[in-house]
């Protein structure tokens, strides 16, 4: 399919240069559904611009393509004033389904711009031109109905037109339909406040798209997810996402996601309080933001502005941001003008002045209660009784809070009170507790957001635990180096639960994945023995393991490491240092920097990785199910040393280009992209002889090692070079 598709941009291309335009207009509407995809759209509006004007208005189909193709690319006003030129000539010569095709794009892109009631009446009229038997443009347009619907909070209308179109889908057998209705319909479940149902549905959509070839939708449901663990406060999963998918959405030139990916990574930096990469990241989203009132997306920059300068402590810069988000509010945007209250009180409550923030609070919180979105509504209350705190008014306080309690603890909204939430409201449950008596939830969430968490099997809470896995396994505790093992069994143990943490950041929605039976580790490490002798030595094992880490554990259901729950065995990471997650989190902070244009920031991170990385995972431990976290951890080293060598060639150091790429290319000699950027970075220092060379020993490596030729851009970059 992917080389029909080449050929066809090929065969089209061939026919305007030769100013054959019939047969390139015929083609490019013939197979407008193949040539509309992420990843060549760039190329199919340059092919469109060579096509004459008399063309466009005697087969306004093209004026269709040309307005889908700005629209995925992110550029709404030009799509709508190609599909308002479109209408009136698709009337004329009376081409329903093209008619009713455009209405639908015109849905969108009002629905974009925020003007929902003009989304709806978009589609109505779609509806009117559309053919019976058009079951897809019927749940199409129905389902954009439904978007504008739950966006002016009509939640029961458009969970109504969801469930049309999702019977619709059903009916048809077709899977993907359902899927995206799922997808569609999640937004009304997390507006709602059910967060951890939309959790699973979205987990749901994305996990049927990671595979598929459908990359604009695994793009757009990467970044709804994302949003979603931002929301609960799972930050690192929030990160690992955007991060991976970024570059994706910039590759296939998916702009309508860009925007909101760079802001939920910009909030995801600012809530690790990375305050200096949060604000170079969510300037860089605004800089790159249309102003104009076409998305929301730059509404929400303004805000995450607003809030970071108000967490640092800048007032008055906050105020300006929060003062300039409210300016770009839309009366059919609620949600947005909820908002941007919030966004006010919060910044009227940092600067004292609690009239001012009493009154956003107010009017916030009444529409958050009146459509019954529990989340905010939490959060708005979480706000208002600060406000009265503040204000010394004890009685509104308590009453307050106690509906906030309620409704935390009803759908499960314990994070609000994590000490590392931007806006610790943990502070209120003591100004609490002084006026009331405790509840079970109260002290739950006071033992679970305590400073000073100690562990019930005797170690001390303060322990530091080090452990070293690349080049070879080392373990540090409180500075002191662990010298022998008594058991290897151990040391493989310890092997086996760490390679699971590695394997599950490729799947971070899935926390379960760092989990492994018991009964797998056993035929790991004894094949040969009976299932009740392995596990006996397993047992063993984990118990010296326990004993290694905290040296006074008298009961193994106390460790506060090595955990066993439902027949499986998981190591707690999150108050150890281990290398590998340097190592992760240095390429990710690189990517970062990299894809918000700061590149000097991308080289240093990138460089700190690439010395965390002393050799292969755990060497020592021979098992086939090591070598996959093993090859992941070698694949991050070749991506900090390639990026190094590409930004180094970028920036025109062409020494450190050559360097890094040469070590690339010294571990793992069939990397084609380390031999480019070689004949590449010769090039430039006019060394003719060795672009030859360079060129010479890829073709060699490739075809020797995996049987394989050099790629076109490869050879097309040496002919360059060579020339």
């Known amino acids: ?184 319909a ?182 958050y209660a009146k459509n019954g979105m529990s989340y905010k509504q939490a959060l708005a209350l979480l706000n208002l009784a600060e406000i009265y705190l503040a204000q010394k008014r004890q009685s509104s306080f308590c009453r307050t809070f106690s509906k906030t309690l309620r409704l935390c603890q009803k759908h499960g909204y314990d994070f609000l009170f994590d000490g590392q939430h931007p806006d610790n409201f943990r502070h209120l449950l003591a100004g609490y507790q002084k006026a009331r008596s405790s509840s079970k939830y109260l002290s739950k969430l006071g033992q679970k957001f305590s400073d000073d968490t100690a562990d019930s099997g005797g170690s001390i809470g303060s322990t530091r635990l080090e452990i070293t896995t690349l080049g070879s396994l080392g373990i540090s505790i409180n500075g002191r180096t662990v010298e022998r093992w008594k058991r290897t069994a151990s040391r493989q143990v310890l092997g086996i639960l760490l390679s699971r943490h590695i394997s599950a950041s490729e799947n971070p929605q899935n926390d379960s994945e760092q989990f492994i039976p018991a009964e797998v580790i056993s035929l790991m490490l004894w094949p040969q023995k009976g299932l009740s002798a392995a596990a006996l030595n397993l047992q063993v094992a984990v118990a010296e393991l326990r004993r290694v880490f905290e040296p006074g554990i008298k009961d193994g259901k106390y460790s506060r490491y090595v955990e066993f729950r439902g027949g499986c065995y998981r190591l707690d990471i999150k108050d150890i240092a281990i290398d590998f997650l340097d190592l992760s989190t240095h390429v990710r902070k690189g990517k970062q920097a990299e894809i918000t244009g700061q590149q000097n920031a991308a080289i240093e991170f990138y460089r700190r990785a690439t010395e965390i990385y002393r050799g292969d995972f755990l060497p020592d431990i021979r098992s086939v199910e090591m070598e996959g976290p093993r090859e992941q951890l070698r694949q991050l080293y070749f991506q900090a040393l390639l990026s190094l060598a590409g930004l180094s060639l970028k920036q025109n150091s062409l020494d450190d280009a050559v360097k890094y790429a040469s070590l690339a290319v010294s571990r793992e000699r069939c990397l084609e992209e380390a031999h480019r950027i070689l004949m590449a970075a010769f090039h430039r220092l006019g060394r003719k002889e060795l672009i030859a060379k360079q060129f010479q020993n890829c073709r060699t490596s490739l075809r020797r090692d995996l049987g394989l030729d050099v790629s076109p851009e490869t050879i097309a970059l040496y002919k360059e070079c060579s020339s």
């Open 186 to 367: 999640s937004a009304i479940t997390k507006t709602l406040g059910e967060l951890e149902k939309a959790r699973k549905e979205k987990e749901e959509v994305l996990r049927f798209y990671r595979d598929s070839d459908n990359r604009r939708s695994y793009c757009l449901a990467a970044v709804n997810l994302s949003s979603l663990y931002l929301e609960m406060f799972e930050l690192e999963k929030a990160e690992l996402l955007l991060t991976s998918v970024i570059p994706e959405i910039e590759k296939i030139g998916l702009g309508m996601a860009l925007g909101p990916a760079r802001i939920y990574l910009g909030e995801c930096q600012m809530y690790q309080r990375r305050f200096p990469e949060a604000e170079k990241t969510l300037k860089f989203a605004l800089e790159n933001a249309d102003s104009s009132d076409e998305t929301s997306y730059y509404f929400s920059c303004l805000t995450a502005l607003s809030t970071l300068h108000r967490l640092q402590g800048s007032l008055s810069l906050s105020l300006k941001y929060a003062r300039q988000a409210e300016e770009k509010i839309s009366s059919e945007r609620p949600l947005d003008a909820a908002q941007a209250e919030y966004t006010l009180s919060r910044v009227h409550l940092a600067r004292r002045d609690l009239p001012g923030a009493l009154h956003c609070a107010s009017k916030l919180l009444k529409v």
């Open 1 to 184: 399919m992917l080389k029909s598709k080449i050929d066809i941009f090929c065969q089209i291309d061939e026919n305007l240069c030769q100013k054959q335009f019939d047969p390139a207009v015929k083609l490019l509407m013939e197979h407008s559904r193949d040539l509309l995809q992420p990843g060549r759209l760039a190329e199919l509006k340059k092919l469109l611009a060579q096509i004459p004007k008399e063309y466009f208005f005697s087969h306004p189909k093209l004026i269709l393509i040309t307005a889908n193709a700005d629209y995925q690319s992110g550029e709404l006003k030009s799509a709508l004033r190609y599909l308002t030129t479109a209408i009136p000539v698709l009337k004329k010569a009376r081409d329903q389904s093209s008619l009713s095709a455009a209405y639908r794009y015109l849905s969108y892109i009002h629905q974009d711009m925020g003007q929902n009631q003009k989304a709806i009446s978009d589609c109505q009229q779609g509806l009117k031109y559309l053919d019976k038997n058009d079951y897809r443009g019927r749940a199409g347009l129905l389902a954009a109905m439904a978007g504008s619907y739950w966006r002016l909070l009509d939640h029961k209308k458009a969970s109504q037109i969801y469930a049309r179109v999702m019977n619709i889908y059903i009916r048809a057998g077709e899977k993907e339909g359902q899927i995206r209705t799922l997808a569609n």
